[in-house]
């Protein structure tokens, strides 16, 4: 193991940009299909489950913050499983956790190439497309963690902009008697619909990764919680235009509702708007795919004598051969379902898991302290 590094001054930014990193990490692609993904349980009382999903995830990220501001300045997830799990046992947590979030930026980088083939260019080979995307990569993780977080102010004011108008045109268009009547759905279904919301939330652990990276990182969490909730907001948002616009029947049978509902819209100076939107959105995914890869050669950095300059080409390339592999819809779902597996126990089982175990031993040590 090459053990915990400590993050110079100048590298350290200011939290306000916590704002920024944890945003893009967790509006993504999701926002294109989630609306979908989630009917099945709880129906078009699915927008009690995003609320619900949203409010849990700001108790994690609460979670989250309490061990790694108990563990100092310079903590992360590799110091924190050292500290508490023991040699063996934390580094192969925090393998895994590297793992988890190179599987992470593998899936949001093939369900965009998807988008791009689906909507854009259907009859384009991906290979020359993900090849100059990825090199795109490598030129801002190579960069550093300034060049991401950069990257993360255009990522989330760029796509808001060019987007959140367009919702107003689809006003005239919707029904407002889609959402009653309400509580037709158990709180069973409401909350697995809301387990479904796992994957639209996932990101904002990076930020395991990232805290030592931050000035006051403490102050950080403010940033990081408004993150989530101006994400959940935005949920809301779109569930509930999604649900006012589409029959339960039409949505079931949509594999893109959002798209769909822009594709829809029409102005004067220009048809065809999902193309614009989708190029807008080619740069926050990026930028949440970045995060990932940032994140994971950090951590494969803090566990074995690896530097960036080898790690991420390397990571990188595992991921254009990957793509040979993962060519038709069933096996990006399956791949989007193991990340979405995988990171609903990270999130509520790890974190958890991290702030019981530093909660008890703060306990223990100020009673044996008394």
Request: proline letters at 4%; glycine letters at 8%.
């Amino acid at each position: 193991m090459s053990g915990s590094r400590r993050v110079g001054e100048r590298r350290r930014m200011t939290p306000f940009f916590a704002f920024f990193l944890i945003h893009c990490s967790v509006v993504g692609v999701g926002i294109l299909k989630f609306q979908k993904e989630i009917l099945e349980p709880a129906g078009y009382d699915q927008w009690m489950s995003v609320l619900l999903a949203g409010a849990s995830v700001h108790v994690c990220v609460w979670m989250m913050y309490y061990a790694l501001n108990a563990s100092g300045a310079d903590a992360d997830a590799v110091r924190l499983n050292r500290v508490l799990l023991g040699r063996w046992i934390g580094s192969a947590a925090s393998a895994a956790l590297v793992l988890y979030f190179l599987l992470g930026g593998l899936v949001v980088f093939r369900i965009f190439l998807e988008v791009i083939q689906v909507w854009l260019f259907p009859r384009m080979n991906l290979y020359p497309l993900a090849f100059a995307l990825l090199l795109l990569l490598h030129y801002t993780v190579s960069g550093g963690i300034r060049t991401v977080t950069g990257m993360s102010v255009w990522g989330t004011a760029i796509p808001y902009a060019l987007t959140v108008p367009l919702f107003f045109f689809a006003l005239k268009y919707l029904h407002p008697a889609n959402l009653l009547p309400v509580g037709m759905h158990s709180i069973a279904d409401i909350a697995q619909s809301a387990r479904l919301m796992t994957f639209p939330y996932l990101g904002f652990e990076s930020m395991l990764m990232l805290y030592p990276f931050f000035r006051r990182p403490a102050e950080s969490q403010r940033w990081t919680q408004a993150a989530v909730g101006v994400a959940s907001a935005f949920y809301l948002l779109v569930t509930l235009i999604t649900l006012m616009y589409y029959s339960e029947g039409q949505l079931r049978h949509i594999i893109w509702p959002t798209l769909n509902m822009i594709m829809m819209i029409e102005v004067p100076i220009m048809q065809r708007l999902e193309y614009l939107v989708i190029s807008a959105w080619l740069l926050r995914a990026l930028v949440s795919v970045s995060i990932g890869v940032w994140a994971a050669c950090r951590g494969a950095g803090q566990l074995w004598p690896i530097k960036r300059r080898v790690s991420l080409p390397l990571f990188l390339a595992v991921y254009l051969v990957l793509l040979a592999w993962i060519e038709d819809r069933r096996t990006i779902d399956g791949l989007a379902h193991a990340y979405n597996e995988a990171g609903f126990w990270i999130i509520y089982g790890y974190i958890p898991a991290l702030f019981l175990i530093i909660w008890v031993r703060k306990r223990l040590r100020g009673r044996s302290d008394a």
